[in-house]
């Protein structure tokens, strides 16, 4: 009885690694349980890589311009700022201003853009015409959004405290000691800096 309790080998009793080890060999209907956690395991690493790969994929410039109310539209303009073609050849595309780089912030932005997808389905800006009916407001939601996360896009590129301010133009260089002051954050001054402002912004858009 003792005997069976033993290492056939040894002739000791198996320490906690043996018996963890015999246990995830223990067949568990018609495959062991060791073969279920490798299985498991590679399912997760591809599932996880596959999520990621489509995630990245959403934020290319590629899919940004895939349908046209962006292609014809705010695309068009952005083509033709400073953001799109300067002389140091560093580009910043749709998602590096609109999609936050940390993964918290990033899957709560994507979430929030599926109703996008409503939008296109139900074809809220399908033409020139309702883009601009509906361009306020979308610029509203847009500069409220950067001025909640105090521009934190922005800031990926942009800081103040990596601002040489002395090499800088007299209007931006008292503006920005200005903003640095007040506590002001890129939005509240920059929102026409990759699209054209809308039409019937009212002071307080300005501000």
Not at 35 to 47: D, K, M, P, R
Not at 92 to 102: E, Q, R
């Amino acid at each position: 009885m003792m005997a069976d309790k033993q290492d056939g080998e040894t002739g000791k009793r198996p320490g906690a690694i043996g018996r963890l080890w015999k246990w995830l060999r223990r067949p568990s209907g018609t495959i062991s349980v060791l073969a279920l956690l490798v299985a498991g395991v590679v399912a997760g690493v591809v599932f996880w890589g596959g999520f990621n790969t489509v995630i990245e994929a959403t934020n290319t410039m590629t899919f940004c311009i895939s349908c046209h109310e962006m292609r014809d539209n705010v695309y068009v303009e952005y083509k033709e700022t400073i953001h799109y073609s300067n002389r140091t050849g560093v580009r910043a595309m749709c998602s590096d201003c609109h999609v936050p780089k940390d993964w918290t912030h990033k899957m709560v932005r994507k979430a929030m853009a599926t109703k996008e997808l409503y939008g296109k389905v139900m074809g809220t800006i399908d033409t020139r015409e309702k883009f601009e009916a509906k361009r306020l407001q979308l610029a509203r939601n847009e500069w409220a959004r950067m001025k909640a996360s105090d521009s934190r896009e922005c800031r990926n590129c942009h800081g103040f405290d990596g601002m040489n301010t002395e090499v800088q133009k007299p209007r931006a260089k008292k503006a920005h000691e200005l903003a640095q002051r007040d506590g002001d954050t890129c939005i509240d001054c920059h929102k026409g800096i990759a699209h054209k402002k809308p039409e019937g912004m009212t002071d307080e858009d300005e501000e």
